[in-house]
């Protein structure tokens, strides 16, 4: 191997020249005794930590560090593709490959966004690198205590994962990771019930007492039915079915916050109401109830079986009280703030260019054609000839979502304007 030439100077002592350039090369040297190690010389030896009696006690639980603050890594740039790259600093990841169990190849057609014939359904993609798909586990019924070994990066979302170990059967699972959350800390899942141990432990008053049940419940990364959360407790991967999977809420930095019950949302949307009336309106209630019922149980009324949730969008719905959450933020919550920094690290993830339609021929695209950036006196429509820019309406007035209690706010809302009053007068 051609090694760089060093001109030593006879003026320069070799005190004064770099340290990089003096080559040294390290001897073998004989021991009489040799104890090898029990672990690979790449690990460290996992931490000796006495585990606490109780596994529901404060002392397990996971400690609520805040988030850091916000900031991204920069690079010196030695090329143009680097100057303008940010990245949010994720050093906890892992490194190595993911669990291959979990794991299939991502291959076929719809790489390149088509369809079964072969023909283009989704524009702009195509190329970018192997991937393997995570099976993650969105249902989370496995009850038990589940240890996080890893936090990993997914190539097929913006969140994080985590492999999870049980500690009773030793099965491994991923799940998405909740913002903090860290190697060697304890997740569990109440989907199928509160455990016996954790029963005992709360006593026969504390079965009852919702805040004491919530205190050894709802921790960072557990997994409850919506109608275990306390009122103001952020939660992301939201169910919307009972016995469901997580749907909403699932992609890097989302959230929802638990608020009460819809009755009360939809109370305080029309400007709240009286002590008296509010009385009356709970007693005509249980009347109309008992009238449905007719005296089979059915008093309580179609409303108790849900929890309003809001979104991160400013939508609140209403969900079943059986579906799941998970408590805190979903992961990699600085994902919004990167920059590529170069049109061929977006060409990586399988995003193909975008092109303007004034670009393009007359044959190609109904901007096309013509001389200079001229689009023929016509409003601006997509490549099939739609309108882009309105024109359609989109509002539905029959069959709307009843699960909405409240729609999110929207450009020219009363509520959007209340807003940007407000933050006028703060200014």
């Keep these: 191997m051609l090694q760089p030439r060093i001109y030593l100077r006879p003026l320069l002592p070799l ?10 090369y390290a001897e073998a040297q004989a021991t009489d005794h040799y ?36 900031a991204l890594r920069t690079y010196k740039p030695r090329t143009p593709g680097v100057r303008h790259l940010k990245r949010p600093i994720n050093d ?145 991967n939201v169910g919307l079915r009972k016995g469901g999977k997580a749907q909403m809420c699932r992609s890097a930095g989302t959230f929802g916050m638990v608020i009460g019950s819809p009755g009360d949302v939809e109370k305080r949307g029309k400007g709240g109401v009286g002590e008296e009336s509010g009385a009356a309106e709970k007693e005509g209630e249980e009347e109309v109830g ?36 998970t408590i805190g933020v979903a992961s990699n919550s600085n994902y919004n703030r990167r920059q590529l920094g170069k049109a061929g690290r977006s060409r990586w993830l399988g995003i193909r260019p975008t092109v303007r339609g004034v670009a393009m021929n007359a044959s190609d695209h109904p901007h096309g054609g013509g001389r200079g950036k001229s689009k023929g006196n016509r409003p601006s429509v997509s490549i099939w000839g739609k309108l882009t820019k309105g024109g359609y309406k989109t509002r539905k007035k029959r069959n709307v979502n009843r699960f909405v209690v409240q729609a999110r706010p929207r450009s020219g809302d009363d509520r959007s304007k209340a807003k940007k009053k407000e933050a006028s007068k703060k200014k």
């Design 290 to 325: 008992e009238r449905k019922g007719k005296g089979k149980g059915k008093g309580k009324g179609k409303e108790d079986l849900y929890v309003a949730v809001r979104l991160k969008s400013g939508e609140v719905r209403k969900i079943h009280r059986d579906a799941c959450a």
């Design 92 to 236: 906890h990841l892992h490194r190595g490959r993911a669990y291959l169990p979990l794991t299939f190849p991502r291959k076929g057609q719809h790489i390149g966004g088509r369809n079964n014939s072969g023909q283009i359904r989704v524009r702009h993609r195509g190329g970018g690198h192997k991937r393997r798909i995570r099976i993650v586990d969105f249902h989370r019924m496995a009850p038990g205590r589940h240890t996080v070994e890893r936090i990993e990066y997914d190539p097929g979302r913006t969140a994080h994962i985590a492999l999870l170990n049980n500690d009773e059967t030793g099965e491994k699972s991923y799940i998405v990771a909740a913002q903090g959350m860290r190697a060697g800390e304890s997740v569990e899942s109440f989907r199928a019930g509160i455990p016996s141990k954790l029963l005992e432990s709360l006593g026969e008053g504390g079965r009852e007492d919702a805040g004491m049940v919530a205190a050894k419940t709802a921790w960072r990364g557990n997994c409850l039915p919506l109608h275990m959360i306390p009122t103001g407790t952020l939660v992301y």
């Design 35 to 70: 104890t090898p190690s029990p672990f690979p010389p790449t690990t460290k030896p996992p931490p000796t930590s006495p585990e606490p009696a109780d596994p529901y006690d404060s002392t397990s639980r996971p400690e609520d560090t805040p988030d850091p603050p916000f």
């Design 15 to 24: 005190r004064f020249l770099p340290y990089t350039t003096l080559r040294t």
